[in-house]
C-alpha cells in the first residue's frame, strides 16, 4: 500500500515558477512508477509528467514539454515537479500518482495510488 500527499501549489502570474512535491509512505514507495496529473475546471484529468522506478526515465505530455521537469528522491520518499515559464493554460489542480509497476505510464488508469490535489493558478 501506497499513500501519496501533494503540497506546493499557489498563485503565480504568468511567467513565474512553482515547485510541487509529493510525498508518498508506505513500504514500496521504491517500487513505483509516479507520475503527475491536472484537471482544469470543466475538463477531464489529463497527464502530465511521469517518471520510473529509479528515476532514469520520465515522459512529458507535449503541452508542458521544455518547461516542466520531473524528478525524484527516493531517499526522501519525495517526488517533485518543476514548473517553469507558467501560462494562464496551466491553471489547475494538480494530482499526484503513483502505480504499482516500476514503468513510466502515461495512462492516468494504470495508476493504483493517488493524492487529493494541489491547485495551481496562474494569472495572466
Known amino acids: 500500500q501506497v499513500q501519496v500527499g501533494e503540497s506546493g501549489g499557489g498563485l503565480v502570474q504568468a511567467g513565474g515558477s512553482l515547485r510541487l512535491s509529493c510525498a508518498a509512505s508506505?513500504?514500496?514507495?521504491?517500487?513505483?512508477?509516479m507520475g503527475w496529473f491536472r484537471q482544469a475546471p470543466g475538463k477531464e484529468r489529463e497527464f502530465v509528467a511521469a517518471?520510473?522506478?529509479?528515476?532514469?526515465?520520465?515522459a512529458y505530455a507535449d503541452s508542458v514539454k521544455g518547461r516542466f521537469t520531473i524528478s525524484r528522491d527516493n531517499a526522501k520518499n519525495t517526488m517533485y515537479l518543476q514548473m517553469n515559464s507558467l501560462k494562464p493554460e496551466d491553471t489547475a489542480v494538480y494530482y499526484c500518482?503513483?502505480?504499482?509497476?516500476?514503468?513510466?505510464?502515461?495512462?492516468?488508469?494504470?495508476?493504483?495510488?493517488w493524492g487529493q490535489g494541489t491547485q495551481v493558478t496562474v494569472s495572466s
Open positions: 500518482a503513483a502505480r504499482s509497476s516500476g514503468v513510466v505510464s502515461t495512462s492516468l488508469n494504470e495508476y493504483d495510488y
Open positions: 508506505g513500504r514500496t514507495f521504491r517500487s513505483p512508477a
Open positions: 517518471i520510473s522506478r529509479s528515476g532514469s526515465s520520465s
